[in-house]
């Protein structure tokens, strides 16, 4: 069908994004539900992220869960057009084995679509780009929460060729988030050693760490406060040179990945049209520099959707190549939001950062914050939490049992075939 929308799927380590083009409009989708699972529980008690786990023989969540989110992707985008998706392009992790990318491949044709195609992330990012850059040579550096990406792009009337890909792990969020917390540990004089209870906290201590990044790329600075289980708390605070310098530090890996990018596509730094910056980590302060003066380049930095509304342009020519008009489109499967603002608040955001304690001993985990040895690579980045203060009167283990209690209720859930509902109330939860 002629006016058949397309869908467009950025597959990231904390959830998905989705948009649908039909004919020349691309518009984001807002679910209910559109994030995969974030962590997946190893047989040995550690958590990893969900992308080492998709596909395993012994993964019995991350699959159906992120099945149900692009099924919900293809009813959202029917609902938004008044028609079914024809075709669907998915941006694949970088990480994705040629396996994973065969069952994740497998998992959208039975959605009945009439074609799924598999691109990279950078690619998708180059296809964004290309709607207002019409011809040229371009140097895509997309980093992630897990990984970055580097895409040396030729595109031309449309076509778009690869000409050179790498990638790595030495810079994302994950690993910033994870030294930023260390320094707001030290700056806070934090005991080197703090207790957490890892199982309840992990998710919240990404999220805080988290936090931390988003209000530096933002603010001036960020007070913080650790509030121990024995009453004691850690006051400090971090500033934007303090994020600009752990960057300046994390770059190197991405500008040698980007000699080696250029070397394989043949292509001098002279000869790169434009630098182009995608995902969360390019915002933090010193990034862009760091790149242009690697690459004496104009740098744009694309918005967050940028790989989704990529993807979902793709889709679209495909679609419109079947119909009968030629879209003269070349597809490399070489796998693998809102516009941040730079405004500055007069007043500084506070985080307030709780510590759980535990009883359990094979439960504890020792948060070193003051060491210079790094956590182990497939466990992601270990620190506390994002609430207020802990309501008066409610101790650790009763908080431990009520978490206990609400986690068997989503398994239950799930055991009727609950599972939208078994998530809701993980949520709320």
């Known amino acids: 069908m002629d006016d058949a929308p397309s869908l ?50 012994d993964d019995a969540t991350t699959r159906p869960r992120l099945e149900e989110s692009v099924s919900h992707g293809l009813v959202a985008a029917q609902q938004q057009f008044g028609s079914p998706v024809e075709d669907v392009a998915i941006a694949v992790p ?24 598999l691109i990279s992330d950078s690619v998708a990012v180059a ?46 969020g994950c690993e910033l988030d994870r030294r930023l917390f260390q320094q707001a540990a030290m700056r806070s004089f934090l005991p080197e050693q703090t207790v957490v209870n890892r199982s309840l906290t992990e998710e919240a201590i990404r999220v805080a760490a988290s936090r931390i990044r988003n209000h530096l790329v933002r603010h001036e600075a960020v007070q913080l406060r650790f509030e121990l ?9 971090l500033t934007q040179t303090d994020l600009r310098h752990l960057v300046t530090q994390s770059v190197e890996p991405v500008l040698a990945e980007i000699n080696r990018v250029l070397g394989e596509a043949r292509l001098r730094p002279t000869d790169v049209t434009e630098v182009v910056l995608a995902g969360g980590p390019t915002a933090a302060p010193g990034f862009s520099d760091a790149i242009a003066r ?90 506390p939490a994002t609430s207020g203060k802990p309501a008066a009167g409610i101790s650790a283990s009763l908080t431990r049992k009520l978490a206990l209690r609400s986690v068997e209720t989503a398994k239950n859930l799930i055991h009727q075939g609950r599972l939208k509902e078994a998530v809701q109330h993980s949520h709320q939860a």
């Open 294 to 383: 690697h690459v004496p380049k104009t740098v744009v930095r694309m918005h967050d959707w940028s790989v989704a509304f990529g993807a979902a342009h793709l889709a679209g020519n495909m679609t419109t190549s079947r119909a009968g008009s030629p879209a003269g489109l070349a597809l490399y499967d070489a796998a693998d939001a809102e516009p941040v603002s730079t405004q500055i608040e007069p007043q500084l955001p506070q985080i307030t950062i709780r510590i759980e304690a535990v009883d359990e001993p094979d439960a504890k985990w020792l948060a070193s914050a003051n060491s210079a040895q790094p956590p182990r690579s497939e466990t992601p980045p270990a620190t």
């Open 127 to 172: 296809a964004d780009r290309s709607r207002e850059l019409p011809e040229g040579h371009l140097l895509v550096v997309h980093c992630g929460y897990s990984g970055f990406e580097i895409g040396a792009i030729s595109v031309l009337r449309g076509r778009i060729h690869v000409l050179g890909y790498g990638g790595g792990l030495a810079l994302s």
């Open 229 to 237: 289980p024995a009453g004691e708390t850690f006051e400090g605070s």
């Open 94 to 117: 970088a990480c994705f084995s040629p396996q994973q990318r065969q069952i994740l491949y497998e998992m959208a044709m039975r959605a009945r679509v009439a074609d799924v195609f």
């Open 8 to 57: 467009g799927i950025d597959i990231g380590s904390l959830g998905c994004r989705f948009a649908a083009r039909q004919g020349d409009r691309v518009l984001p989708l807002f679910l209910p539900m559109q994030t995969a699972p974030v962590t997946s529980r190893e047989r040995n008690g550690s958590l990893a992220h969900w992308k080492r786990q998709f596909g395993r023989a």
